[in-house]
């Protein structure tokens, strides 16, 4: 009776291909964080659905892991979009094709 | 023939005068040296040093003589030897040394006090020469190296002074070498020599290698003692001679060469291109005579084998070639225009005399004519130099003439050697060496046609010294200017000369025949009691005043012009231009020997550069080709790779700067690639 | 599975994909906010309620209201001059994550009899997670706590520092 569990799996995996491609082909920085903040919950699901489904589940280590996660995640999205928005003062783009400052 | 003496007991020990034998050739090459490094203005100090050293072997020569005398005197035959090993090669060696036998001592004293005598004449003869010194120079070393000649014990230290007696002949040949028919003169002679010595070369190796030694006297084991001979008999060489026989050929050839015998005489007239003193010195008394020197010093090994009485190949050839030779010149002296020519001619014909009486008489009557002539013929060419610088340089007798009113010296002495020369009887010296040689003829076992040939030569001789004498000294003065006798330093050692041309004589008279008591080693018997000794003396006189009469009748005294035909031409032209041009022999030469060794030469030119010359070339366009092969190589490769991986390189180093393209997405996709890949190699090795 | 599994997966899946799909950057922000929300849900399908509901309070409520922020903040740069919003290179990259998805996929399904069963329900009350973070994840929590004050000033300080220049 591990079905739930391969389907958790497989929506995890899902999500974060998917956050994945975003954060690989889209051309604004904006959308790339978006696409990280969804591999991210992916990762949580995964860590829920894995506590929730493994052995020893009163141990709340999975439940922990996820909080922590989740605050870790809320404070890099703000310093990132901070500094997005530094960037679209200076460079006046958010455009990820324009910025190359750092080729060679 | 004279009876057979007891011969005196051989004498080997050696003396003080042998161990400083060696200074006799030794202070005139020193000197020469010497002369040869100062500068170019001393010339007494040349003079002196010449002069000086010349004297001082003439004194050690006089030595070593009276030792020789004295031994004789003691009834023992003198040969002392100092051999020394010169060159070591593995188990064999070659030695020289010197011999001081009667042989040697007489030719040294002859040497040296005629070469005195003419250093002393060329003082004043030289005296207005710029070339003094040099002169000086090349003559010390003649005297030297004709000295060396005279005392060598080995074939090899012979023929080492013999080249360099020959060398020196051609410096002085060819002393005023600025004309060039003086330096053709020297180069003819020096070729004409080298043709005789190649055969003497032979000889010599010959004698190395049969009998392994090439010192002549050797306590037992020279060459030319009873051992070697004895092994030189024996071993045969094909065309019916011995060994001995063919290598006493082969060093006639040479002596043949350097005293002019046909057909190696052509050098000897054209020599007179250098002054008169080498005349006089060189090609009249000592050089010339070195070739029947050498005859005369290797005698037992052209003897060997000979039965008493009898002869060998290699001195019947002598006798001819020396018969031929003296009436084959005289015949050609007799139509000769030019003062030396004449007696250059002259010379060739004694020395066929001498190499005659060689051949049929042995060594004694051979040498005693060439101590005679040396005297008489080196006053005869000193006479001439003092004509010629009386005349101003003329040397053309038709030029002549009346001469005996202006330089009554000169032809006085003139006179004198003129007589020895024909051969006037009792009272001069030429008549005794030469009834000598006639004696011999006359009995000798194989033929008798050398004795008329010689008799007929005598009267040539006689008659030819006349037509000169009236030519020079009688009739009308045909020349330019005024003629003048020479200073008295150019006619002292003539009179010298001239008393010796007649005093010799005595030592040779059949009455006390000294001088072959002295060098056969016996002691001196009279051989009055021979028949037909008068005879023959009658006869040859007789020969001499007919030669003189017709001379005077036809040349004597006669008031010609200068430019007037000889009477003789005028008798017989083609005869006489047969003989003015010397039988065409040079000419001859000149088509056949001249001509092939020019076309050797062409064949050897065409040889050196076309055939080595294109060897040459293709080695080189080789190495060229091979060369820039390896330096393309070394470019194209070498370089090449090296600079290809070089570019290879960057070129990588361009690619993988081209990732860094500073762009946040492309460094994304390559880790989340590369997370795949470590994911995958994970999941799959936990699996296997 | 169930039904309400299956809508509520796809219903975030759907989010999701509209989240990195869509033109509108406002649009992408709202398609990100459902995601979130289906997620919540699927925590409360998992017994982790506080998981969800932190869910809920914190992406739903801070981090999809940030997103929109920043959004409207840099609004001049919405629709680029040349090309489209996908880069020129976009098929690399989705083939990259079509990898990923592949390689997750095989390894769990894969594994797929080892896997744990269902155990039984466990609900985990608040209190077990309170007295969980004051005991066994303390010094985690401080370290987030330091680390959140952090990100706090540094955001402020980042957006800050341009404002006071063009203040001048």
């Known amino acids: 009776m591990a079905q739930p569990l391969v389907g958790y799996l497989l929506v995890a995996a899902i999500l974060f291909s998917v956050g994945l491609a975003g954060a690989l082909t889209r051309r604004n920085a904006i959308v790339v964080l978006i696409g990280i903040e969804l591999m991210l919950n992916a990762a949580n699901l995964n860590l829920i659905a894995f506590w929730r489904y493994g052995p020893h589940p009163e141990a709340l280590t999975g439940m922990m892991f996820a909080i922590f996660s989740i605050a870790v995640a809320a404070a890099e999205a703000a310093v990132g979009l901070g500094l997005v928005i530094s960037i679209h003062r200076h460079a006046q783009t958010t455009d990820l094709d324009q910025m190359n400052r750092m080729k060679g | 023939m004279i009876q057979e003496e007891t011969v005196f007991t051989l004498r080997e020990s050696t003396s003080a005068i042998v161990g400083i034998l060696w200074l006799i050739p030794a202070l005139p090459i020193a000197a020469s040296g010497i002369v040869a490094v100062l500068q170019q203005p001393r010339r007494k100090a040349s003079a002196v040093l010449a002069i000086g050293s010349l004297s001082a072997s003439l004194l050690l020569s006089l030595v070593a003589f009276g030792h020789v005398l004295v031994g004789w005197a003691q009834g023992s035959q003198v040969r002392e030897t100092v051999n020394f090993t010169w060159l070591r090669v593995g188990t064999g060696h070659v030695d020289l040394g010197w011999v001081l036998d009667p042989l040697s001592a007489v030719m040294l004293v002859m040497v040296c006090f005629v070469g005195l005598l003419i250093f002393i004449y060329s003082t004043g003869y030289m005296a207005n020469d710029e070339n003094f010194t040099r002169f000086f120079c090349f003559l010390s070393l003649f005297a030297g190296a004709m000295l060396g000649v005279v005392i060598a014990d080995s074939l090899l230290l012979l023929f080492m002074c013999w080249e360099l007696v020959g060398l020196t002949s051609y410096l002085l040949i060819g002393f005023w070498y600025q004309k060039p028919s003086a330096a053709a003169a020297a180069k003819k002679a020096f070729l004409t020599t080298r043709v005789g010595d190649i055969f003497f070369l032979l000889g010599m190796v010959w004698l190395f290698a049969q009998t392994g030694t090439l010192l002549f006297y050797n306590g037992g084991a020279g060459s030319l003692e009873p051992l070697k001979l004895g092994i030189l008999l024996a071993s045969p060489a094909g065309l019916g001679l011995t060994a001995a026989g063919a290598i006493g050929l082969l060093i006639f050839a040479g002596a043949a060469g350097k005293s002019g015998q046909i057909p190696l005489h052509v050098w000897l007239p054209d020599a007179m291109e250098g002054p008169t003193p080498v005349s006089a010195l060189i090609h009249a008394a000592t050089m010339v005579a070195a070739g029947v020197y050498l005859v005369a010093r290797v005698y037992p090994l052209m003897q060997a084998g000979s039965l008493t009485g009898g002869t060998t190949v290699p001195l019947t050839v002598v006798t001819w070639i020396g018969t031929l030779t003296a009436v084959f010149a005289a015949l050609i002296a007799v139509a000769q225009n030019d003062i030396k020519r004449i007696l250059a001619y002259s010379t060739v014909s004694q020395l066929g005399y001498m190499m005659a009486g060689l051949g049929m008489g042995g060594v004694a009557v051979g040498m005693f004519h060439l101590i005679t002539h040396a005297f008489f013929k080196a006053l005869l060419f000193m006479g001439a130099g003092s004509v010629i610088h009386g005349c101003h340089e003329e040397q053309d007798i038709r030029q002549m003439g009346n001469l005996k009113i202006e330089m009554p010296f000169t032809f006085l002495t003139y006179a004198v050697g003129m007589l020895a020369l024909s051969g006037f009887p009792i009272f001069f010296s030429g008549f005794w060496s030469k009834d000598g040689i006639l004696e011999a003829a006359q009995h000798w076992s194989v033929a008798r046609v050398p004795f008329y040939l010689l008799v007929f030569g005598a009267l040539l001789t006689a008659f030819y010294m006349t037509r000169q004498v009236s030519y020079v000294f009688f009739g009308t003065w045909r020349g330019h200017g005024e003629a003048h006798e020479s200073p008295s330093v150019m006619l002292f050692p003539l009179f010298i000369l001239a008393f010796f041309a007649m005093a010799l004589g005595l030592i040779g008279t059949p009455a006390w025949p000294w001088f072959k008591a002295f060098l056969d080693g016996h002691a001196a018997v009279s051989g009055l009691g021979e028949p037909g000794l008068f005879a023959l003396m009658a006869g040859s006189s007789f020969v001499v005043f007919v030669g003189l009469g017709l001379g005077w009748r036809i040349y004597g005294n006669k008031r010609v012009k200068a430019d007037d035909l000889d009477p003789l031409e005028r008798a017989t032209p083609t005869v006489w231009t047969l003989l003015e041009n010397k039988f065409y022999i040079d000419e001859l030469y000149g088509v056949t020997v001249i001509a092939f060794y020019a076309w050797w030469a062409k064949v050897a030119d065409w040889l050196d550069r076309c055939v080595w010359g294109g060897v040459v070339a293709g080695v080189t366009l080789l190495f060229q080709k091979s060369a820039q092969l390896s330096r393309q190589l070394d470019v194209n490769w070498v370089d090449g790779s090296f600079d290809k991986g070089c570019e290879e390189l960057a070129n990588s180093g361009g690619l993988l700067a081209g990732v860094q393209t500073g762009r946040v997405q492309l460094y994304l996709r390559l880790l989340a690639l590369a997370v795949v890949l470590l994911t995958a190699i994970l999941i799959w090795s936990s699996q296997g | ?168």
């Open chain 3, 1 to 168: 599975m169930g039904f309400p599994f299956w809508l509520i997966a796809a219903l975030t899946v759907a989010g999701g994909m509209a989240a990195v799909l869509l033109r509108n950057l406002v649009h992408c922000a709202l398609a990100l906010t459902i995601a979130f929300a289906g997620l919540a849900l699927l925590f409360l399908q998992l017994d982790a309620q506080f998981a969800g509901f932190v869910q809920i309070l914190v992406y739903v409520g801070a981090v999809a209201i940030l997103v929109v922020f920043a959004i409207l903040l840099t609004r001049g740069s919405e629709t680029p001059k040349d090309g489209g919003v996908f880069s020129k290179t976009w098929g690399a990259g989705l083939v990259i994550a079509a990898a990923i998805f592949a390689v997750l996929a095989w390894a769990v399904l894969e594994s797929r009899p080892g896997l744990p069963h269902e155990t039984g329900t466990h609900n985990a009350s608040v209190q077990e997670i309170g007295t969980a973070l004051m005991g066994r994840y303390v010094l985690p929590l401080e370290i987030v706590a330091l680390l959140l004050t952090a990100a706090l000033i540094g955001a402020v300080i980042v957006a800050l520092h341009e404002k006071k220049e063009e203040a001048r």
